[in-house]
C-alpha cells in the first residue's frame, strides 16, 4: 500500500487527465447524454401506459407468460457479473494489469444490478403489491432466494466498489471547490491516508475479495435455479447452474471491454487503457467462448439424444423451427465471431475486441431470449402451443432501460474517477515488489549436491 | 460536512441489520406456520453470516477510516 506522503509531483500532473472528467462537464458530455435521456424518456413513458392498461399491452399471454423482461432480467445479472467477479480474482491472484480497469467493471455491477432487479418489478402486473413479497415470503420458492441473492450481492459489490473509491474521493476532494468539495468530503469518510486507515481500508477489500466471488456465482446460479427447479422441457437441467455463470462471465467480460474502449476514447485514456489490458481481457473472452460453446453444445446433445418429446419438440422449434434464425444468430454472434477474431493474434486489437465484445453481448441477450421462450411456448402440460411477439412498449421499455444504463455509467464517470488512480500509483511504486514476486515465481538457484547423492548418480 | 460522513458507514449498518431482521422475520413466519422450515434455515443460515460480516465492514473498517481521519486533525496526504 503506498504510503501517505510518497506521491510526487510529475505523477500528479501526468494523472490530471485522471481527475478532469470529474472536475468539470464538457460539451460532448452533454450532447452523448442528450439522446440517451431522449430513449430513458421514452421508456418511461411506455412503462407508465403498461402500468395504467395492465400487461394486456404486452405480447405476454398463455402459455408464455415470460418473455424479454425475464430475458433482460438473466441478462443484465449476467452483465453484472463483469465487474464484481473479474476484479475480485485478479485482484487475489495479484494480476497487476488489473489496476486501470477495477472500477470501470466494479460500476458496471452495482449499476447493471438495479436493472437485473428492476426488470422483475417491470415484469410485475401488480408492482404496488411487491411488499407482499417482503411481509408474507415464503423461502421455499426460488424467486424469493434470488430476491435475497440479488440484495446480497449488491449490498456487496456497493461496498466492493465503495472501500476503493475513498483514497481518490479524498484526492478530488483536495482538488475540488465549492459544492463539489462538500460532496466529495461527505464521500471520502476523512481519508487521510494514515497508516492506520490504509490497514483497515486494505484489510476491508481482502474481505470483501474473497467473499464477493462465492456470492456471485451463488447470484447466477440462482437465477437459473428459477428454471430449471421447474418440470418445463429443456430447462429442468443439472448443469443449468455452471452454463448460466459461464453465460455471465462471458457477457460480462464483452460488456467490460465495450465500456473500456468507451472510456478509453471518450477521456483520452489511451496511456491507462492500454491494447495489453484489451488483450488480455480479449483472451478471457476468447476462453469463454469456448467454454460456452462446450455448454450450450452439451446442453442440446443430451436434449437431442434423450428423445423425449416435449423436450425435442423445444429443441427442433430451436434448432430448425420458428426460432432457428435466431438460434444460428446466435452461435455466430457467441463462436464463430468472437473466435475468428480473437484466435488471431492480427486482429486480436483493440477495434477487434470491442466487435468481439459487441458480437458477444448482443448473442448473449438471444441466448437468454432462447432460453426463457421457446420452452414456455412448447409446454409439457397439454396446453395449445403459444405464439410470442414483444409488443413496442415492451422494447421501448427495454430500449429505455438499456439508454438508462449507459446514461448512469456516463454519470458515474463523471462524478466519480473511472480509473483507480491510487491503485495505479501504487503498481507504479509497487514494481520493485512485483519483480521479486516474480522472482518468487520462478525456480530458484540449485543447491550443490551432496557427496552421497553424486556418488548414487554413478 | 466531514462530520455527516459516518451517515454512509451508519447507513450501511441499518441496511444490514434491517436484512438480517428480515430474515429472522422469514424464520418466525416460517416456524409459526410450520411452512418450509428446512428451506428457511438454509437460505438464513447463508445470508445472516454474509450481513454479519457487511455490518463489520461498516463498522470497523468504514467507521473507523472515518474516525481515523477526525483523529489525525488533517495531518497526512490522500
New interface residues.
Partial sequence: MAGPAQHGAPRDQQDEVLFAPVLGATRRFWLGAAPLLGLTLWGMYAYTLQFRYGLGVTGLNRPVAWGIYITNFVFFIGISHAGTLISAILRLCNAEWRRPITRAAEAITVLVLFFGLGSIIIDLGRPDRLLNVLLYGRLQSPLLWDVTSITTYLTGSTIYLYLPLIPDLAMVRDRATGWRRSLYTFLALGWRGTPGQHRRLERGISVMAVMIIPIAVSVHTVVSWVFSMTLQPMWKSTIFGPYFVAGAIFSGIGGLIISMAVVRRAYHLERYLKPVHFNSLSLLLLVMSLFWFYFTFAEHLTAYYGGELAEAMVLFAKVTGRWAPLFWAMVVLNFVIPVAILANGRTRTVAGSVVASASVVVGMWLERYLIVVPTLANPRLPYARGLYAPTWVEVSITLGAVAFFMLLYMVFTKVFPIISIWEVREGHEGLREAQERMVGYLPGPAEPAAPAAQGAGH | ??R??R???LS?AV??VA?IG?MVR?LQ??WARS??WG??VT??SV?IP??L??LW??I???W???R???A?G?????
Avoid at chain 2, 488533517?74 to 490522500?78: F, K, L, S
Fill in positions: 460536512m466531514e455527516f460522513c451517515v454512509i458507514p450501511i441496511f444490514a436484512f428480515w422469514m413466519l416460517s411452512d418450509s428451506f428457511t437460505v438464513a445470508v454474509v450481513f460480516v457487511y465492514l461498516a470497523h473498517v468504514l473507523g477510516i472515518a481515523e481521519g477526525r489525525s488533517g495531518e497526512g496526504r490522500p
